[in-house]
Structures are given as C-alpha cells and as structure tokens.
C-alpha cells in the first residue's frame, strides 16, 4: 500500500495569480501593506505566506497572529470572487485526470493532497478546474501547520485514522513541483516525484534528488511506474 500525496498550485492547477490577489487584498486589509512584490509564494502555507510577507514590511508577530483568522476569512472570500472572475484564466494541467483515474483504480494506492493551502482555499481552487476534493481520501493542509515539513506526518497519522493501519514513511510518495515538496517529506523517509509545471525547471528539480523528475504529469504510464519503483 502507498499512500499518494498531491501538492495543487504548479501540480494540478494554475490559477494565473488568483491566490495571489486574493491574498494580497486580504494583506492590504487588514494590515495595510501587501508585502514585497518579490516575496514567492510557491512552496509556502497560507498562515508561513501572511507571516513571513507582514515581518518583511515591519508588522510584529503578535499583531499578525491577532489577525490571521480574519485575514483568512477575507483571503477565502476574495478567492472565492478571483477564481469566478472573468480576468482569471484557470487551467488543470495535462495528464492530470488520467493520473488520478488510474491510481484510484488500484486498490494499493491511496489518494491524498498535501498542500499549504487551507483546507477551504484547496477545495475552492480544486473545484475551479474540475476536479473534486472527496477524490482524495485523506489530506494535510497550511491550515493544520503553518511549516510544510510538518504536513506529511500529518498526513500519515490520517491514514493510519482511516485505513486502520499505518502506511510506513518510505510508502509515501509526494508529487510536487517545488524543492518544498521534495525536501518536506524526508523526515518520515518519504520519496518525492517531482513535475516541471510550476516555476522550477526539470534541471531546479533534479538538484534536489527527487526519486523522478516529469516536464509534465501527461504520460500516466510513465508516472505510474516511477510511483510503482519510489
């Protein structure tokens, strides 16, 4: 049995910025500031997003955990508005859906998310593009941890809650495009496959020594198998 965890921005979707304005509104809000327009986003939780932005522009740590959760608030409500908006030009990358199809129809691979999203911002974005959040049976989010490396084990201790029985470290594979998806899961033994679609190219990736590296997920086979032998 393994257990799959997707990441979703630069994995399954793009959202051409949409999580961005959503958020940066919600910044400017409630702390008056956006952050440094140099500030990635890619790799990051929600909640590490607010915090490491706001201390670039000078707000304490208190006066930003006194805000987080009506800046998540207004974060989800603008979301909401970006991704039904005209301007925003939603795309769910190629192979995608094969990939998921195919692992759901063997009954030793578990579907999960991993992702820094909040569990609501994850559904929304998921929904955007067609896909629907209850295909993954499990998942761990920015919003149960604000550090990533936290998140696999996270999402282990679900399986284990859901299937009754533990799905060892090195049976988890994590497929992600950033350096955080392939860095996050050593700690628990996990492998990671990484996929070119987001803002690191197959070479970034490949320094990093995932277990594989893919331009894109769109030869199902060929993921299949590199899942098959992580």
């Known amino acids: 049995m393994k257990l799959i965890l997707f990441d979703i921005d630069g994995t399954i979707l793009w959202t051409s910025g949409a999580g961005r304005r959503a958020m940066e509104g919600a910044l400017h809000e409630h702390f008056g500031a956006t952050g440094p327009a140099s500030y990635r986003y890619d790799g990051k939780t929600d909640i590490q997003i607010v915090r490491e932005s706001m201390r670039e522009v000078g707000i304490a740590d208190a006066h930003i ?3 987080i959760d009506a800046v998540m608030a207004s974060y989800l409500a603008r979301l909401v508005d970006e991704l039904a908006a005209p301007h925003t030009q939603m795309k769910r990358y190629d192979g995608v859906m094969e990939l998921l199809d195919a692992l759901e129809q063997r009954e ?3 579907l999960g998310l991993l992702t820094g999203n909040i569990i609501d911002g ?5 929904r955007a593009v067609g896909v629907e959040p209850s295909r993954f049976r499990l998942g761990a989010y920015g919003s149960d941890h604000e550090h990533r490396h936290e998140l696999p084990a996270i999402a282990v201790r679900r399986a284990a809650e859901a299937l009754g029985h533990v799905i060892p470290g090195h049976q988890v594979i994590i497929i992600g495009d950033t350096p955080a998806d392939i860095h996050c899961g050593r700690p628990i033994g996990a492998r990671a496959i990484g ?6 190219s197959v070479d970034d990736l490949l320094a990093h020594d995932p277990a594989a590296v893919f331009a894109d997920l769109a030869d199902t086979d060929a993921v299949m198998r590199a899942i098959d032998d992580a």
């Not at 996929?195 to 690191?200: D, F, N």
């Open 65 to 67: 955990d006194a805000q």
């Open 108 to 110: 030793d691979r578990i």
């Open 122 to 126: 994850a559904s929304h974005k998921l």
């Open 195 to 200: 996929v070119a679609t987001g803002h690191y």
